[in-house]
Nanobody
Framework: QVQLVESGGGSVQAGGSLRLSCAAS?????MGWFRRAPGKEREGVAT???????RYADSVKGRFTISQDNAKNTLALEMNSLKPDDTAMYYC???????????????????WGQGTQVTVSS
């Protein structure tokens, strides 16, 4: 079992920044951030594998950065230049798949946090 607890969400104006954190009881080979906006499907935002490979959704490339602190078992998502379209509930997730398969297919992630709300106003 892996316990995941997100924090750091909040309300910001467009152009602002937020840093999300996920405290994990332990890391798995593939960790990621997903989000679900009202009325939309859950979508992948960013993933990082144990080999250091990162993937980003096209909509957040250049604005978001995923990182993991192995000493603290913390997964972070630095979000800059936020847009109203980034408004969503953000979830931390963990998967046992290897780096090659560390992508945005939600069924590969079996551990999920409760989520933290991010609201971006225009």
């Amino acid at each position: 079992q892996v316990q995941l607890v997100e924090s750091g969400g909040g309300s910001v104006q467009a152009g602002g920044s937020l840093r999300l954190s996920c405290a994990a009881s332990r890391f798995t080979p593939c960790m990621g951030w997903f989000r679900r906006a009202p009325g939309k499907e859950r979508e992948g935002v960013a993933t990082v594998s144990s080999t250091g490979i990162t993937r980003y959704a096209d909509s957040v490339k250049g604005r978001f950065t995923i990182s993991q602190d192995n000493a603290k078992n913390t997964l972070a998502l630095e979000m800059n230049s936020l847009k109203p379209d980034d408004t969503a509930m953000y979830y931390c997730a963990a998967s046992h798949v290897l780096a090659t398969y560390c992508d945005f297919l939600t069924w590969r992630f079996i551990y999920w946090g409760q989520g933290t709300q991010v609201t971006v106003s225009s």
